[in-house]
Nanobody, 123 residues
């Protein structure tokens, strides 16, 4: 069983930055692929970024490329999402996901989810 706890969300002006953290329990964290998703009101949950267990392979959705960076610290059982140049359309609840699988250029979501953290970007 894996438990995920997100933090770091908040209210920021357009052009600003936030760093989200996802702290994970479980001894297999360093082998677990991780992802970030987001869900805006009235929309489906959507993929944002993923990182494999070693941290060498990352994938981003097109709208965040060049602005967001996913990283991990296996010693701290934590994955991060650094978000720069934020836009109002980035506003959503951001969820951490664990245990997914990697395909060619694709991350398939795993069964474990955090509770989410709200990100609001004002214009």
């Amino acid at each position: 069983q894996v438990q995920l706890v997100e933090s770091g969300g908040g209210l920021v002006q357009a052009g600003g930055s936030l760093r989200l953290s996802c702290a994970a329990s479980g001894r297999s964290f360093s082998r677990s692929n991780m992802g970030w998703y987001r869900q805006a009101p009235g929309k489906e949950r959507a993929f944002v970024a993923s990182i494999n267990g070693s941290g060498r392979n990352t994938i981003y959705t097109d709208s965040v490329k060049g602005r967001f960076t996913i990283s991990r610290d296996n010693a701290k059982n934590t994955v991060y999402l650094q978000m720069n140049s934020l836009r109002p359309e980035d506003s959503a609840v951001y969820y951490c996901n664990a245990g997914g699988a990697y395909g060619t250029g694709t991350y398939y979501r795993g069964p474990y989810w955090g509770q989410g953290t709200q990100v609001t970007v004002s214009s």
